[in-house]
């Protein structure tokens, strides 16, 4: 059974700093792994996806690696902008299903 | 750029009626889901559709939840009878292809009264 953990659950920096957040989950045997941002009461922005053959995805100032054998991922976001402020969520297809599994997500705080 | 488009962005209903959800995927996918998300709770699957019919449901995708693509543009989940239990966040997303990038809506709020 996948199930996807994020730490922090909350994060709060100033403006300007790189931050890391990070997604471990327990099968490794992925296809891929998507990070989302979420506004607040709003949808679901597709930031990242990653490739099970892939270290890594840049996008920007965002770039998110992936670790399979120590199932983990890492989302870096370089010099931080108050627009930054979202939860951020980690999404994993389930193995030999069509399902998405989801983390409960980091709330990002970027303060002015 | 191409979007999921979801109609209506906030719905008010008594418990007991019947509400609709409408979506609108990616033209050119093939798979298409519905997600929801409790306040403060995660976001969890609810059922896949793919080539006409239900390719997969959770277990919270009961006998009172249905989903239909009327028209070969829309993409529907109903809820035949509501209960309070049944407010949350609305999710319709779409894929290309299985276990590919999925896109989603910006969700329907549903408030059941």
């Known amino acids: 059974k996948q199930e996807v953990t994020q730490i922090p659950a909350a994060l709060s920096v100033p403006e300007g700093e790189n931050l890391v957040l990070n997604c471990s989950f327990t099968?490794?045997?992925?296809?891929?792994l998507q990070w989302f941002r979420q506004d607040p009461g709003k949808g679901l922005t597709s930031l990242l996806l990653?490739?099970?053959?892939?270290r890594e995805q840049t996008s920007g100032r965002l770039n998110a690696s992936l670790d399979k054998s120590s199932g983990r991922s890492t989302l870096y976001i370089a010099a931080s902008q108050p627009g930054d402020s979202a939860t951020y969520l980690c999404?994993?297809?389930?193995?030999?299903?069509?399902?998405?599994?989801f983390g409960k997500g980091t709330k990002l705080t970027v303060n002015p | 750029e191409p979007e999921v488009t979801q109609t209506p962005s906030h719905q008010v209903t008594q418990m007991g009626q019947e509400v609709i959800l409408r979506c609108v995927p990616i033209s050119n996918h093939l798979y298409f889901y519905w997600y929801r998300q409790i306040l403060g709770q995660k976001v969890e699957f609810l059922v896949s559709?793919?080539?006409?019919?239900?390719?997969?449901k959770s277990e919270i995708f009961d006998d009172q939840f249905s989903v239909e693509r009327p028209d070969g543009s829309n993409f529907t989940l109903k809820i035949r009878s509501t209960k309070l239990e049944d407010s949350a966040m609305y999710f319709c997303a779409s894929s290309g292809w299985l276990n590919t990038e999925a896109f989603f809506g910006q969700g329907t709020r549903l408030t059941v009264v």
């Open positions: 990653i490739q099970s053959s892939q």
């Open positions: 999404v994993i297809p389930k193995g030999g299903s069509e399902k998405l599994v």
């Open positions: 099968d490794s045997a992925i296809y891929n």
């Open positions: 559709f793919y080539n006409n019919e239900i390719s997969e």
